[in-house]
């Protein structure tokens, strides 16, 4: 049971992404899926999540308004779309499964993808 994150890159200030969790081995459709964030020497950080039940969504203050994730179930996957990045959204981002209650991943944890902004 994996998750692999990948579609991260570099962009200028002001440019988009989209990250794309792919499940591999089973249907992800009625888990909750997390987006979580690491950048050097700062904690991990949850960005934003999608419900199992009912696909509703959640994001951190920071991206409100700029990111959206969603879900394909026809593609297993689950998106990112980063909009308006700013040179504080560098970080290697990771898909995971999340605990909605507690908000912290659990399962397996991959290498994630790097996204880089220059400003």
């Known amino acids: 049971v994996q998750l692999q994150a990948s579609g991260g890159g570099l962009v200028q200030s002001g440019g988009s992404l989209r990250l794309s969790c792919t499940a591999s081995g089973f249907s992800l459709e009625s888990y909750a899926i997390g987006w979580f964030r690491q950048a050097p020497g700062k904690e991990r950080e949850a960005v934003s999540c999608i419900s199992g039940e009912d696909d509703s969504t959640h994001y951190r203050d920071a991206v409100k308004g700029r990111f959206t994730i969603s879900r394909d179930s026809a593609r297993n996957t689950v998106y990112l779309q980063m909009n308006g990045l700013e040179p504080e959204d560098a970080a290697v981002y990771h898909c995971?499964?999340?605990?909605?209650?507690?908000?912290?991943?659990?399962?397996?944890w991959g290498q994630g993808t790097q996204v880089t902004v220059s400003s």
């Open positions: 995971s499964f999340i605990d909605l209650k507690s908000g912290r991943p659990y399962g397996y």
